[in-house]
């Protein structure tokens, strides 16, 4: 495994995550682009497991995380997806917004997800922060080929008031509860 320079850090904008990393994904172009960001389910995971599940190349970072996540069948469909964890939620915040390229046109849209423990309605809401970013076909002419939505691109983060990820730790809680992990954040 080669060694990564002094400093370097994976920190994509959101133009090229989108025009870039999830354009190429969805065209099935440069498969050694899940060195940095791998394909991952976020939705069946809880969000304190994910950071190890990081690409390669943001496997060490403490802030953020970047994956690509299938589209469910339900979802294909025309459904809602699925956002229900082993011990919570996403739940969707605010209203999507445009991504723009440097140019001012619009490439994409951004949804932003809350992680709550527990059951809907009653979570606790968490720390974990996840950006949704989705493709928007460009304009039509002859020589464009239609981009099947297969999946999304994620930014999984903590909110800027908790930067240290050792202090969030998956726990146990008591057997008799439950046996299994919750986030706490």
Same mark, same amino acid.
């Given at each position: 495994?080669?060694?990564?320079?002094? !400093?370097?850090?994976?920190?994509?904008?959101? +133009?090229?995550?989108?025009? &870039?990393?999830? @354009?190429?994904?969805?065209?099935? #172009?440069?498969?050694?682009?899940?060195?940095?960001?791998?394909?991952?389910?976020?939705?069946?995971?809880?969000?304190?497991?994910?950071?190890?599940?990081? !690409?390669?190349?943001?496997?060490?970072?403490? +802030?953020?995380?970047?994956? &690509?996540?299938? @589209?469910?069948?339900?979802?294909? #469909?025309?459904?809602?997806?699925?956002?229900?964890?082993?011990?919570g939620y996403w739940k969707a915040t605010g209203s999507p917004a445009y991504v723009y390229s440097s140019d001012n046109r619009v490439i994409g849209v951004k949804k932003t997800m809350v992680f709550y423990n527990g059951k809907a309605p009653t979570g606790r809401k968490?720390?974990?922060?996840?950006?949704?970013?989705?493709?928007?076909?460009?304009?039509?002419?002859?020589?464009?080929?239609?981009?099947?939505?297969?999946?999304?691109?994620?930014?999984?983060?903590?909110?800027?008031?908790?930067?240290?990820?050792?202090?969030?730790?998956?726990?146990?809680?008591?057997?008799?509860?439950?046996?299994?992990?919750?986030?706490?954040?």
């Amino acid at each position: 495994m080669e060694e990564l320079p002094p !400093g370097y850090r994976f920190y994509p904008t959101e +133009e090229e995550l989108v025009s &870039f990393y999830l @354009r190429n994904q969805l065209g099935g #172009r440069r498969q050694d682009m899940h060195r940095a960001v791998p394909v991952v389910d976020v939705y069946g995971i809880d969000p304190c497991q994910l950071p190890r599940l990081a !690409g390669r190349l943001c496997c060490g970072d403490t +802030e953020q995380w970047f994956f &690509f996540v299938p @589209r469910q069948e339900r979802e294909a #469909r025309g459904g809602r997806p699925n956002r229900t964890t082993a011990s919570g939620y996403w739940k969707a915040t605010g209203s999507p917004a445009y991504v723009y390229s440097s140019d001012n046109r619009v490439i994409g849209v951004k949804k932003t997800m809350v992680f709550y423990n527990g059951k809907a309605p009653t979570g606790r809401k968490t720390k974990w922060k996840m950006n949704e970013y989705r493709a928007i076909q460009e304009e039509a002419n002859p020589s464009n080929i239609a981009i099947p939505q297969v999946c999304v691109a994620a930014r999984v983060h903590l909110m800027p008031s908790v930067r240290d990820i050792g202090k969030l730790p998956c726990i146990r809680s008591p057997p008799a509860r439950d046996g299994g992990k919750v986030c706490r954040a």
